[in-house]
């Protein structure tokens, strides 16, 4: 049983920033909110000319989403 979801952001100004949600279920349903919440809190960009800079920016403008742990 899955009770909570943390997720991860890099921040410009280089610093790790884990949010923590309250989840109640599965493991298999926690990936799914974790993918959901994604969806929601970013866009992907992809930036052909510096591959390095693609990826999911936080719609806040304040960083990049970089994953979550279902925990």
Not at 28 to 43: I, K, M, N, Q, V
Request: glycine content about 10%; aromatic content about 14%; hydrophobic content about 40%.
């Amino acid at each position: 049983m899955v009770k909570e979801l943390i997720v991860i952001a890099l921040l410009f100004n280089g610093e790790l920033s884990l949010v923590s949600f309250p989840f109640e279920g599965d493991m298999h349903e926690c990936f799914a909110y974790g993918d959901e919440l994604r969806e929601e809190l970013s866009t992907h960009r992809w930036v052909e000319d510096d591959m390095m800079k693609s990826g999911w920016y936080l719609n806040e403008g304040i960083g990049t989403w970089q994953g979550f742990i279902c925990k």
